[in-house]
């Protein structure tokens, strides 16, 4: 979510989470790609400091090194890629079945809250395991919907049930 955030902050109008599950290799991986600014060769190699922010309402910025030091906590690792104007992509790989690994948490309610929060950004959902892929879209719900809002109360309970229902047998 944290770094979902990062994306708005930075104008994206699109934000794909990729989320990839595969208990054989052991590997679980995270992948949010945005279209938003994008940033320099200089704020790429700083931005797993934790006393760097493009923020100007704190001093520190810890959803990335966090994201890092729990990757790495488990044998992983964490890549960014971004260039001005061509937005970013965050991807950390985790070993899935690793002792250290946190709780993926609930990743529906995530992608339901940010969809709800943020109704013109389009916002992408792919979970990928061994056994199938789901992937949501929350500009072809849009133009499903209509004039519905994506945040009435009901229609959040239907994407948050439709998410968990497509992705719990995967």
Do not use: C, W
């Not at 109008?13 to 940033?39: C, H, K, L, Q, W």
């Not at 992983?76 to 079945?97: K, N, Y």
Request: hydrophobic share 40%; aromatic share 6%; net charge negative.
């Amino acid at each position: 979510m944290d770094i979902a955030q990062n994306s708005i902050r930075a104008k994206a109008s699109r934000i794909e989470i990729d989320v990839e599950e595969y208990p054989a290799r052991d590997a679980f991986i995270i992948t949010i790609r945005d279209n938003g600014e994008g940033m320099d060769a200089a704020a790429v190699s700083r931005v797993t400091d934790p006393f760097f922010t493009s923020r100007t309402t704190r001093k520190v910025g810890l959803g990335i090194p966090l994201l890092k030091q729990n990757a790495e906590a488990t044998g992983g690792s964490l890549t960014i890629h971004s260039a001005p104007g061509e937005g970013a992509t965050v991807q950390a790989t985790f070993a899935r079945d690793h002792l250290d690994r946190p709780p993926a948490g609930d990743i529906p309610g995530a992608i339901v809250l940010l969809v709800a929060a943020n109704p013109g950004i389009e916002i992408r959902y792919k979970y990928t395991t061994d056994n199938g892929e789901y992937a949501f879209n929350s500009a072809e719900i849009k133009n499903i919907l209509g004039d519905i809002p994506l945040d009435n109360a009901d229609i959040v309970a239907a994407l948050r049930e439709m998410i968990t229902e497509n992705t719990k047998d995967l």
